[in-house]
C-alpha cells in the first residue's frame, strides 16, 4: 500500500475507532440486566448485534498498524517498549483507579449493612481483580480485558509473526475451531464471554492476525470488490437469526451466528466510514471514552438508574448520560490540561480532527 492509501486508511481507522469506543458505551450500558422486554430486545440487537464490531475491530486495528514495521531491524524491541509506554501505565493507572472507586462504591451502598460491608473487604481480590492479575477472570474495569490481551500478543508476537510469515492465513483458519467451540460451548448469559475475557483470548490472536496479514497483503484494494450491501444484508441476516435461535432456545447456535456476523458486520461499517477526519472532540475521545465509560455505567448500575427499572427509557437514557459525561471529562482534560491527559491516555486523547 503507498503513502497516500495508507494516510486514507488511518483517517478511516481513527473514525472506526471513535465509533468502537461509542459502541462499546452501548454493549455496556445493559449491563444490570433488562427491567422491560423492549428494552432486552433492544440491548440484544443493538448491544450484542450490531455493536459487536467493537473489540474486534481493535484487534484488528493493532495488528494492522503493528505490521507496518516488521520489515524493520529491531521491530520487537520498539513495539514492545511503545505499548509498555500507550498501554501499561494507562492499564495500571485505571485498573487502580477503578478498584478504590468501586472499592468506595461498595462501601457508600453497604453503609447500613455490616456484614455486607466486611465481606466486601479483601485486598487480595482488590489486587487480584482490580489488574487483572487473575487469568480466568476480567479485571474489574472490565473494558481493559482487551488491554491486557493485547499486551500479551504484543509480548508474544515473534512467535506468531514467524508462523504468519510462513503459514499465512492458514494461521488464523487454525485457530477458528477453537474460537467456536470455546464460544458454543464455554459461555455464561449466552455469550461466549470466556473467549473473550480470558487471559489469552482466542478472539485477540485472530483479529490481530488478520490485521497484520491485512497489512502484509493489500487488504484495501480486496475488499473493495465486495458491495457494502451484501456485506450489510449477510450481517442482518445473521444477527436476526442468531437473536431468533436465542430466543428458540437454541443457545449453541445462537452463540456460533453471533461470532459469524462480526466479520461481514466489521466490513460493512468499515465501508461506511468517510475519508474525512470526524471532529476532534470525537476522535481524539475515542481511547478516553473507552477508559472512562465504565465508572458511570458502573455508577448508575448500583445507584439511581439501574435496568431493572421497567422502563425501556432507562436503557436509552444511561446511553446518553454515560456519553455525555464521559466525552465531556475527556474533551476537558483535552483542551484545559493536555500534557495530562498525554500521560493518562498514553499518548492518545490529544489528536487532531477536521
Not at 161 to 182: D, Q, S
Given at each position: 500500500m503507498d503513502?497516500?492509501?495508507?494516510?486514507?486508511?488511518?483517517?478511516?481507522?481513527?473514525?472506526?475507532?471513535?465509533?468502537?469506543?461509542?459502541?462499546?458505551?452501548?454493549?455496556?450500558?445493559?449491563?444490570?440486566?433488562?427491567?422491560?422486554?423492549?428494552?432486552?430486545?433492544?440491548?440484544?440487537?443493538?448491544?450484542?448485534?450490531?455493536?459487536?464490531?467493537?473489540?474486534?475491530?481493535?484487534?484488528?486495528?493493532?495488528?494492522?498498524?503493528?505490521?507496518?514495521?516488521?520489515?524493520?531491524?529491531?521491530?520487537?524491541?520498539?513495539?514492545?517498549?511503545?505499548?509498555?509506554?500507550?498501554?501499561?501505565?494507562?492499564?495500571?493507572?485505571?485498573?487502580?483507579?477503578?478498584?478504590?472507586?468501586?472499592?468506595?462504591?461498595?462501601v457508600l451502598i453497604n453503609l447500613s449493612n455490616d456484614k455486607a460491608l466486611l465481606s466486601g473487604i479483601?485486598?487480595?481480590?482488590?489486587?487480584?481483580?482490580?489488574?487483572?492479575?487473575?487469568?480466568?477472570?476480567?479485571?474489574?474495569?472490565?473494558?481493559?480485558?482487551?488491554?491486557?490481551?493485547?499486551?500479551?500478543?504484543?509480548?508474544?508476537?515473534?512467535?506468531?509473526?514467524?508462523?504468519?510469515?510462513?503459514?499465512?492465513?492458514?494461521?488464523?483458519?487454525?485457530?477458528?475451531?477453537?474460537?467456536?467451540?470455546?464460544?458454543?460451548f464455554h459461555n455464561r448469559y449466552a455469550m461466549p464471554w470466556f473467549i473473550f475475557f480470558s487471559l489469552l483470548s482466542a478472539a485477540g490472536w485472530i483479529y490481530f492476525s488478520v490485521g497484520v496479514l491485512a497489512r502484509l497483503e493489500k487488504w484495501e484494494a480486496r475488499t473493495c470488490r465486495i458491495p457494502t450491501w451484501v456485506c450489510w444484508a449477510v450481517a442482518l441476516s445473521i444477527i436476526i437469526g442468531g437473536r431468533l435461535a436465542l430466543y428458540g432456545g437454541f443457545t449453541i447456535l445462537a452463540n456460533c451466528l453471533w461470532i459469524a456476523a462480526i466479520p461481514p458486520l466489521m466490513l460493512g461499517v468499515w465501508r461506511l466510514m468517510p475519508s474525512r477526519l470526524w471532529p476532534t472532540g470525537l476522535v481524539a475521545a475515542a481511547f478516553p471514552l473507552y477508559a472512562l465509560h465504565y465508572f458511570f455505567e458502573h455508577f448508575l448500575e448500583a445507584t439511581f438508574l439501574p435496568l431493572g427499572a421497567p422502563a425501556f427509557s432507562a436503557y436509552l437514557l444511561r446511553i446518553a448520560i454515560v456519553l455525555s459525561l464521559s466525552l465531556a471529562v475527556a474533551n476537558f482534560m483535552r483542551i484545559f490540561s493536555p500534557r495530562i491527559a498525554q500521560i493518562l491516555w498514553g499518548g492518545r486523547g490529544v489528536g487532531k480532527g477536521c
Open positions: 503513502e497516500d492509501a495508507y494516510t486514507r486508511f488511518s483517517v478511516k481507522a481513527r473514525n472506526m475507532s471513535a465509533l468502537a469506543a461509542l459502541a462499546v458505551v452501548v454493549i455496556h450500558a445493559g449491563n444490570g440486566g433488562m427491567g422491560s422486554f423492549a428494552a432486552k430486545m433492544a440491548h440484544q440487537f443493538l448491544g450484542w448485534g450490531l455493536c459487536t464490531f467493537a473489540v474486534p475491530w481493535f484487534f484488528f486495528a493493532s495488528g494492522y498498524f503493528f505490521a507496518r514495521h516488521l520489515d524493520e531491524k529491531g521491530w520487537w524491541g520498539r513495539a514492545v517498549r511503545t505499548r509498555l509506554r500507550s498501554l501499561l501505565l494507562s492499564y495500571v493507572f485505571w485498573c487502580g483507579v477503578f478498584a478504590v472507586f468501586s472499592f468506595l462504591l461498595d479483601s485486598i487480595r481480590k482488590l489486587l487480584l481483580c482490580g489488574f487483572g492479575l487473575d487469568a480466568s477472570e476480567h479485571p474489574l474495569l472490565v473494558p481493559f480485558w482487551y488491554i491486557r490481551a493485547l499486551l500479551i500478543i504484543v509480548l508474544l508476537s515473534p512467535v506468531l509473526v514467524g508462523a504468519l510469515r510462513r503459514l499465512r492465513w492458514l494461521v488464523p483458519a487454525l485457530m477458528v475451531p477453537v474460537y467456536v467451540y470455546c464460544c458454543a
